[in-house]
């Protein structure tokens, strides 16, 4: 099911998603079939595992300089992970 949701997720922002292949990391980002990052970390969980909202606004708070910037990294993990 988490899967699933991050595709949905995904979709949205107009890329998709695999499961990635850098060691530690959860999914692979592509736009127009060119990957463009590897967001989440494999030793934590995301908001489509746990749906804890207040770890969900504690993450926001703690990405806040970085989050809003598109193509970034961060980016994609907090509009497809969180």
Not at 40 to 64: C, P, S, V
Request: no cysteine.
């Amino acid at each position: 099911m988490p899967q699933t949701k991050a595709r949905r997720k995904a979709a949205r922002i107009g890329v998709s998603v695999r499961p990635s292949t850098v060691k530690g990391k959860k999914l692979d980002v592509f736009k127009d079939g060119e990957k463009v990052a590897a967001i989440g970390a494999m030793e934590y969980e995301d908001f489509n595992i746990h749906g804890d909202k207040e770890r969900r606004r504690l993450y926001k708070m703690r990405h806040e300089k970085t989050r809003h910037k598109k193509g970034t990294p961060s980016y994609y993990a907090d509009q497809i992970l969180w």
